[in-house]
């Protein structure tokens, strides 16, 4: 069985999650990709266990990961079982519900009879008892938000998780499920937006409801799914995301994209950075986001970002020199 490195929590930057008592690692670990039923079971351990050895604690998931849908917690599960069993509470561990699940008019959206029996599931794919953290995954218009705030709160009192967010909801969504949300006694703890420097919407109103609401925050897809790294700079590499991915499409990757990610490169390298770290390093800057939810198909992916940490400020010029690239 894996022992963890002694040293994990040595260099790990850990902070507050809006007004709670949580604490959460600057980087956290993304199951969304290369932890399904088509990958290498061997290959996940290894992130996984990389991950806690850098003083990542924090594994977040969702229902329909895979694929196929649910295979990403399955192999969490096992890994829990073989590898973590010893240290199931020095872990956060989170899953979500919203996407499409499972056939038929209850496997998908916001209802209370969804969310409900989906965690339910969840918890028996990963061999848990509870989950740390549950979010409802994207906003359903079709039901009302007092139902799904209901849900989440029964969900919280019931111990199937110790606290709840949501994801994908806008500014205002936001502020309407924190208020139902308060008005039950059970707070949310966190918001998952998308956010990088390609895709900067929060900063139009959401970051401040989440700073007058305390609540914490976690971007997913810090690095424009591999866009903010130097990977396609030459061209799409064989077997590279934008291969074989739905989100990251080789029509994405055009010339003024490319154009932009060779100077933000440049920047990069001044500060002594790749342009993953400092992508990394920019999504915390301010101290606005809680974490930064990180995705890995090896573990030296993880290596690389984590080593963000030795340099996390920015100067003036830095900053104007990263807008003016971009524009």
């Given at each position: 069985?894996?022992?963890?490195?002694?040293?994990?929590?040595?260099?790990?930057?850990?902070?507050?999650?809006?007004?709670?008592?949580?604490?959460?690692?600057?980087?956290?670990?993304?199951?969304?990709?290369?932890?399904?039923?088509?990958?290498?079971?061997?290959?996940?351990?290894?992130?996984?266990?990389?991950?806690?050895?850098?003083?990542?604690?924090?594994?977040?998931?969702?229902?329909?990961?895979?694929?196929?849908?649910?295979?990403?917690?399955?192999?969490?599960?096992?890994?829990?079982?073989?590898?973590?069993?010893?240290?199931?509470?020095?872990?956060?561990?989170?899953?979500?519900?919203?996407?499409?699940?499972?056939?038929?008019?209850?496997?998908?959206?916001?209802?209370?009879?969804?969310?409900?029996?989906?965690?339910?599931q969840s918890l028996r794919r990963m061999g848990l008892d509870y989950v740390d953290i549950f979010y409802h995954h994207r906003p359903d218009p079709d039901t009302p938000m007092e139902e799904t705030a209901r849900a989440l709160d029964q969900i919280v009192r019931s111990g199937k998780a110790l606290y709840v967010g949501v994801s994908n909801y806008n500014a205002e969504q936001t502020k309407k499920m924190a208020e139902i949300m308060k008005s039950l006694g059970t707070p949310l703890l966190i918001h998952q937006p998308r956010y990088n420097m390609f895709e900067r919407w929060i900063e139009n109103g959401l970051?401040?409801?989440?700073?007058?609401?305390?609540?914490?925050?976690?971007?997913?897809?810090?690095?424009?799914?591999?866009?903010?790294?130097?990977?396609?700079?030459?061209?799409?590499?064989?077997?590279?995301?934008?291969?074989?991915?739905?989100?990251?499409?080789?029509?994405?990757?055009?010339?003024?994209?490319?154009?932009?990610?060779?100077?933000?490169?440049?920047?990069?390298?001044?500060?002594?950075?790749?342009?993953?770290?400092?992508?990394?390093?920019?999504?915390?800057?301010?101290?606005?986001?809680?974490?930064?939810?990180?995705?890995?198909?090896?573990?030296?992916?993880?290596?690389?970002?984590?080593?963000?940490?030795?340099?996390?400020?920015?100067?003036?010029?830095?900053?104007?020199?990263?807008?003016?690239?971009?524009?």
């Amino acid at each position: 069985m894996y022992i963890a490195d002694e040293k994990r929590y040595d260099s790990m930057k850990y902070n507050r999650c809006g007004n709670t008592g949580l604490l959460l690692p600057a980087f956290s670990l993304g199951l969304w990709h290369n932890f399904g039923s088509r990958d290498n079971y061997d290959n996940m351990v290894d992130m996984l266990t990389t991950a806690f050895d850098l003083g990542i604690t924090h594994f977040d998931l969702a229902n329909n990961y895979g694929p196929y849908p649910g295979s990403a917690e399955e192999n969490f599960g096992k890994v829990l079982r073989n590898e973590f069993a010893p240290y199931r509470d020095e872990l956060i561990i989170s899953t979500k519900a919203g996407y499409g699940m499972w056939p038929g008019p209850y496997g998908d959206h916001g209802s209370r009879k969804y969310l409900i029996a989906s965690l339910d599931q969840s918890l028996r794919r990963m061999g848990l008892d509870y989950v740390d953290i549950f979010y409802h995954h994207r906003p359903d218009p079709d039901t009302p938000m007092e139902e799904t705030a209901r849900a989440l709160d029964q969900i919280v009192r019931s111990g199937k998780a110790l606290y709840v967010g949501v994801s994908n909801y806008n500014a205002e969504q936001t502020k309407k499920m924190a208020e139902i949300m308060k008005s039950l006694g059970t707070p949310l703890l966190i918001h998952q937006p998308r956010y990088n420097m390609f895709e900067r919407w929060i900063e139009n109103g959401l970051q401040d409801v989440l700073a007058e609401e305390g609540i914490g925050s976690i971007s997913f897809c810090p690095l424009a799914q591999g866009l903010l790294t130097n990977k396609y700079i030459h061209g799409i590499p064989e077997g590279s995301r934008a291969t074989k991915s739905v989100f990251l499409t080789p029509d994405r990757i055009k010339d003024d994209v490319i154009a932009k990610v060779v100077k933000l490169n440049e920047i990069a390298e001044n500060r002594g950075q790749s342009l993953a770290q400092m992508a990394c390093a920019w999504n915390l800057r301010g101290g606005r986001l809680t974490s930064v939810l990180l995705g890995a198909s090896k573990a030296s992916q993880l290596v690389e970002n984590v080593g963000s940490l030795k340099n996390l400020d920015f100067t003036a010029d830095e900053l104007n020199a990263i807008e003016a690239a971009l524009k």
